[in-house]
T-cell receptor
Framework: GAGVSQSPSNKVTEKGKDVELRCDPI?????LYWYRQSLGQGLEFLIY????????KSGLPSDRFSAERTGGSVSTLTIQRTQQEDSAVYLC?????????FGPGTRLTVT | GDSVTQMEGPVTLSEEAFLTINCTYT??????LFWYVQYPGEGLQLLLK?????DKGSNKGFEATYRKETTSFHLEKGSVQVSDSAVYFC????????FGAGTTVTVRA
């Protein structure tokens, strides 16, 4: 069946521009995570959506980062006024029973 | 909150050597535990999992046992291959998913 998809797969943007990253989770999964992985680093938790509950935003690094999840399905991560340190791979994970399924990621490069 | 601590790398081994990567967790409840693997240039893949105490997850020759008494989930493989070179992440899922920092493993022929 269909897995988790993310778009775009690669995004190059100029410093100061806004970007939107999209995640299409697996149908029926109620929980969704956003992580980022900088080159050679581990996974940094960003935000967690669970059903209709208020999202856990404790991992967002600054107020330039925001995310929403519409209709309990598709999620969009928005980064405003991008900085070079925002360059990373942004990963989305869709959560089923006991298992998380990761998308292929969006590689963001801020020049 | 919940957290995962795993052995720092990098780890370099010769082919057919024994591999252990230590992982311990803290949790208020009874989390499910996972090992993920990221091969060079690829995305994260689930390697194995265990959902309750004393469960043993296994896959591709790797094993890990959920030890509640020591809050551990150490990853082991008896005889590694060059193709096992990757970054390995331990993770726990209680209220939310928490990852360790990752351990880079390099296996030399």
């Amino acid at each position: 069946g269909a897995g988790v998809s993310q778009s775009p797969s690669n995004k190059v943007t100029e410093k100061g521009k806004d970007v939107e990253l999209r995640c299409d989770p697996i149908s029926g999964h109620t929980a969704l995570y956003w992580y980022r992985q900088s080159l050679g680093q581990g996974l940094e938790f960003l935000i967690y959506f669970q059903g209709n509950s208020a999202p856990d935003k404790s991992g967002l690094p600054s107020d330039r980062f925001s995310a929403e999840r519409t209709g309990g399905s598709v999620s969009t991560l928005t980064i405003q006024r991008t900085q070079q340190e925002d360059s990373a791979v942004y990963l989305c994970a869709s959560v089923g029973s006991y298992e998380q399924y990761f998308g292929p990621g969006t590689r963001l490069t801020v020049t | 909150g919940d957290s995962v601590t795993q052995m720092e790398g990098p780890v370099t081994l010769s082919e057919e050597a024994f591999l252990t990567i230590n992982c311990t967790y803290t949790a208020t409840g009874y989390p499910s535990l996972f090992w993920y693997v990221q091969y060079p240039g690829e995305g994260l893949q689930l390697l194995l999992k265990a959902t309750k105490a004393d469960d043993k997850g296994s896959n591709k020759g790797f094993e890990a046992t959920y030890r509640k008494e020591t809050t551990s989930f150490h990853l082991e493989k008896g005889s590694v291959q060059v193709s096992d070179s990757a970054v390995y992440f331990c993770a726990s899922n209680d209220y939310k998913l928490s990852f360790g920092a990752g351990t880079t493993v390099t296996v030399r022929a």
